[in-house]
């Protein structure tokens, strides 16, 4: 192993450019353009078969390196449309920001790509490293499983990833079986009848339709999940009408389902659709609501056999390793690779926040999602992962989780 991270230290400067440059510049899901054009760049510049535009912006860089098995190692590209407010003298000024950490991703992929192209005489079998796009909307996995990858590259024999997080750097969480949530987003269009405030008899008022859905929406989890089973629901956008004297014609919702079992997401499902139309008929709505997809994220599950290995190997390599007690109600689409390649796949959480941070106390905290003062979370638009030691972390963890696969010479 110590052979294989042999040069690291000289890549480092290499990999902080690399992570600035993508920071700087974040594309937006299925618009990564850019950053897919610099890791295939990066990618062919280690001797890898690199093939572009597989499920619209991804790439795929194959490594073939003698017989043994085919290890897929996975990182995504896309940024969120937050305008960035970290102060950082490489910070996003084009609204759109790395506020998930998927440059880091990226930047510690191409980082594990170059130690195990530059070490091929310690192992042998295939590498499959993959930048998948649109992940924030719970799609780039299947367009690219659509566009033939199955068939197109070698079929992997194990699927690993990692996310970045704001945990003390240099620490790494990850359970076996269920991971992350499911998810579920669609929008809900109520249709009403308008006309002017003053005569509200005339009319079919959506607002007062919408303001009952979501009422009712709360009594789903509370009355029809069982207190030993987990589920979310969340309306996070309502609009309706422009002005205070008219009434208007429909309302529409934003609704997001998060569950951990397949059972309990389709009783979830239906409850929902149920009460968006038994509301629509208690107002006396003349056209039956409308229920339209927006994404879906799968469960993300690890395996169980693989995750142990992952975890004695990252373990006897020194790294710091903290069970994680339930799964993260965030979501991926990630394991969408091992489940439709039949093969395991094992997805973990690296830390990417100062640990000076961390108080005692604040460490014991973590798993109820308490952060300390000065950490933000994902998704916030002052989120920043320390880029040391957090790269050299990343990238140490694929390199020690693929050689855990990989028929050493």
């Not at 084009?94 to 195990?116: P, S």
Request: glycine share 10%; proline share 6%; hydrophobic share 45%.
């Amino acid at each position: 192993m110590t052979s294989l991270l042999d040069g690291l230290d000289d890549l480092l400067p290499q990999l902080h450019d690399t992570y600035r440059d993508l920071h700087a510049n974040p594309e937006l899901s299925g618009q990564e353009h850019r950053t897919a054009a610099l890791a295939a760049a990066g990618l062919r510049e280690r001797g890898y078969e690199v093939t572009e535009n597989v499920g619209r912006t991804g790439v795929v860089g194959v490594l073939r390196n003698g017989d043994g098995p085919v290890v897929l190692l996975r990182a995504d590209m896309d940024g969120l449309p937050l305008r960035e407010d970290t102060g950082l003298p490489h910070a996003s000024t084009n609204g759109v920001m790395h506020a998930c950490g998927h440059d880091v991703h990226i930047t510690c992929a191409l980082g594990a790509a170059d130690l195990l192209a530059r070490h091929r005489d310690a192992w042998s079998g295939t590498l499959l490293i993959v930048l998948q796009p649109a992940e924030e909307i719970g799609a780039g996995a299947r367009w690219m499983l659509d566009d033939g990858f199955l068939d197109r590259f070698p079929r992997p024999d194990v699927c690993l990833g990692q996310h970045v997080g704001p945990l003390p750097a240099g620490v790494v969480t990850v359970r076996p079986g269920t991971m992350m949530a499911a998810a579920d987003t669609f929008t809900v269009r109520l249709f009403g009848r308008a006309g002017h405030g003053s005569t509200p008899e005339r009319t079919i008022d959506p607002i007062v339709m919408a303001a009952s859905v979501v009422l009712r929406l709360q009594t789903v989890v509370s009355r029809e999940v069982g207190a030993h089973e987990q589920a979310v629901v969340t309306v996070g956008s309502l609009h309706a009408g422009e002005a205070a004297n008219v009434i208007p014609d429909e309302a529409e919702l934003k609704v997001n389902v998060r569950s951990f079992d397949p059972l309990v997401r389709q009783r979830v499902l239906d409850a929902v659709r149920r009460v968006v139309l038994a509301e629509a008929r208690a107002s006396g709505a003349e056209r039956e609501p409308e229920i339209v997809p927006l994404n879906a994220f799968p469960l993300t599950v690890n395996d169980t056999g693989a995750t142990e290995r992952v975890v004695t190997a990252l373990r006897e390599h020194g790294r710091v390793l903290r069970p994680m007690r339930f799964p993260l109600a965030g979501s991926e689409d990630f394991g969408l690779f091992g489940t439709e390649a039949g093969c395991p796949s094992v997805y973990w959480f690296v830390g990417g926040a100062d640990h000076a941070l961390f108080s005692p106390e604040d460490l014991e905290r973590l798993d109820d999602g308490v952060l300390p003062a000065g950490v933000a979370s994902n998704h916030n638009t002052r989120f920043a992962p320390v880029l040391d030691p957090t790269i050299r972390d990343g990238v140490v963890n694929l390199v020690v989780a693929a050689a855990e696969w990989l028929s050493r010479k």
